[in-house]
């Protein structure tokens, strides 16, 4: 399940009232109150705009001066219900001819995502989209340069950071191939194996759909079609793009990404990341700081947990380790290793290595 914050945000998106408008008749319509009811349901059509965000609008062949929300725009055919009769003439918006902006499209919206969140998400962990070991060279010890890159692509890859990653390729800042690296531009398994297509012929149709900016959408579903699957934010989410939407929703609330995969062949690895509210130091200047945590269960060493803490330029490090003697081994190497942070630039402010009193 998703926070309950981020739950009952949505949910108050869903069932917010619709805006309420003052009317103010025309001089030679003083008496337009009387000719409408309580609850009555009214077509209005925008006329010319007299002053920013106030319209005059003709309802039932009288002219109305309304000041609308800023998405409205001259002829546009809005519907409106009659809020109040006295002391004022009010309507309260009920829909607009603009079907992408309306309150009704942004309720639709929300409700969808409340009903997204309250599924059961099946993975917290987002997984890489292969299933192949991240480092996969000949030799026995990694590569660290090459396996942290790695790290890097497995997340960045992952689909949590679609929308941001579309907007960097509309201004021409990533290249394409890299844009279809990610689930929202890929077939779910099902339509892959009714519809196998040719990787750029799967390619061309994934970014050829009018690549423009209003196409954009910000829940993380795909805007492509390919071959005969038709993938959009409406009416539903692809079902094999439902937990990265719920995931995406869950790092927005926590400002926390959680990564699971095998780093080499036969170990797996679980990662965090997170952000914490930013806060001002002793000089008064505001830092931010970014935690990183992985966990991992070595063949040798046990289960072994590593947090990292970046406050500016400085480094907290700090171990959880399954047995006493693991925690000697690592005590034993722990100055090389700020030795070699120290080197690259990234002073070690502190380093602590314990054992995990719940282990057995």
Same mark, same amino acid.
Do not use: C
């Given at each position: 399940?998703?926070?309950?914050?981020?739950?009952?945000?949505?949910?108050?998106?869903?069932?917010?009232?619709?805006?309420?408008?003052?009317?103010?008749?025309?001089?030679?319509?003083?008496?337009?109150?009387?000719?409408?009811?309580?609850?009555?349901?009214?077509?209005?059509?925008?006329?010319?705009?007299?002053?920013?965000?106030?319209?005059?609008?003709?309802?039932?062949?009288?002219?109305?001066?309304?000041?609308?929300?800023?998405?409205?725009?001259?002829?546009?055919?809005?519907?409106?219900?009659?809020?109040?009769?006295?002391?004022?003439?009010?309507?309260?918006?009920?829909?607009?001819?603009?079907?992408?902006?309306?309150?009704?499209?942004?309720?639709?919206?929300?409700?969808?995502?409340?009903?997204?969140?309250?599924?059961?998400?099946?993975?917290?962990?987002?997984?890489?989209?292969?299933?192949?070991?991240?480092?996969?060279?000949?030799?026995?010890?990694?590569? $660290? +340069? !090459? =396996?942290? /890159?790695?790290?890097?692509?497995? @997340? #960045?890859?992952?689909? *949590?950071?679609?929308?941001?990653?579309?907007?960097?390729?509309?201004?021409?800042?990533?290249? $394409? +191939? !890299? =844009?279809? /690296?990610?689930?929202?531009?890929? @077939? #779910?398994?099902?339509? *892959?194996?009714?519809?196998?297509?040719?990787?750029?012929?799967?390619?061309?149709?994934?970014?050829?759909?009018?690549?423009?900016?209003?196409?954009?959408?910000?829940?993380?579903?795909?805007?492509?079609?390919?071959?005969?699957?038709?993938?959009?934010?409406?009416?539903?989410?692809?079902?094999?793009?439902?937990?990265?939407?719920?995931?995406?929703?869950?790092?927005?609330?926590?400002?926390?990404?959680?990564?699971?995969?095998?780093?080499?062949?036969?170990?797996?690895?679980?990662?965090?990341?997170?952000?914490?509210?930013?806060?001002?130091?002793?000089?008064?200047?505001?830092?931010?700081?970014?935690?990183?945590?992985?966990?991992?269960?070595?063949?040798?060493?046990?289960?072994?947990?590593?947090?990292?803490?970046?406050?500016?330029?400085?480094?907290?490090?700090?171990?959880?380790?399954?047995?006493?003697?693991?925690?000697?081994?690592?005590?034993?190497?722990?100055?090389?290793?700020?030795?070699?942070?120290?080197?690259?630039?990234?002073?070690?402010?502190?380093?602590?290595?314990?054992?995990?009193?719940?282990?057995?």
């Amino acid at each position: 399940m998703l926070p309950a914050n981020l739950i009952s945000t949505l949910k108050a998106l869903a069932l917010t009232d619709k805006p309420l408008i003052t009317a103010t008749p025309d001089k030679n319509a003083a008496n337009a109150g009387k000719l409408f009811e309580l609850g009555q349901q009214v077509q209005g059509t925008v006329q010319a705009q007299v002053a920013p965000n106030v319209f005059n609008v003709r309802v039932a062949n009288q002219l109305l001066q309304m000041q609308l929300p800023g998405f409205v725009r001259s002829g546009d055919i809005i519907s409106l219900q009659v809020a109040s009769l006295q002391p004022r003439l009010t309507f309260r918006l009920a829909a607009s001819s603009n079907p992408v902006s309306t309150p009704e499209s942004l309720s639709a919206t929300s409700r969808l995502l409340s009903s997204l969140s309250q599924q059961p998400l099946e993975r917290s962990y987002v997984r890489p989209i292969q299933s192949a070991p991240l480092w996969t060279g000949e030799q026995a010890l990694p590569d $660290t +340069t !090459q =396996l942290a /890159l790695k790290l890097h692509d497995a @997340l #960045s890859h992952s689909g *949590l950071f679609y929308e941001s990653h579309q907007a960097q390729w509309i201004a021409g800042a990533r290249p $394409t +191939t !890299q =844009l279809l /690296l990610e689930p929202q531009n890929q @077939l #779910s398994p099902k339509s *892959l194996a009714q519809n196998p297509l040719p990787q750029n012929q799967a390619a061309q149709g994934a970014l050829s759909q009018n690549a423009s900016t209003r196409n954009i959408e910000t829940s993380g579903t795909p805007i492509a079609q390919t071959g005969s699957e038709q993938r959009s934010v409406a009416p539903g989410i692809p079902e094999h793009l439902q937990t990265l939407v719920q995931q995406q929703l869950g790092a927005l609330e926590t400002h926390q990404v959680l990564w699971q995969g095998q780093v080499w062949q036969g170990q797996e690895m679980r990662w965090e990341v997170s952000e914490e509210a930013p806060h001002r130091n002793a000089q008064g200047v505001q830092e931010g700081q970014w935690n990183t945590q992985i966990h991992l269960d070595l063949p040798n060493l046990g289960g072994v947990s590593a947090r990292l803490s970046f406050n500016g330029n400085a480094l907290n490090l700090s171990f959880d380790v399954a047995d006493a003697q693991t925690r000697d081994k690592l005590g034993n190497a722990s100055s090389q290793l700020v030795a070699a942070l120290s080197e690259r630039g990234i002073p070690v402010v502190h380093t602590q290595i314990t054992k995990n009193e719940h282990a057995g």
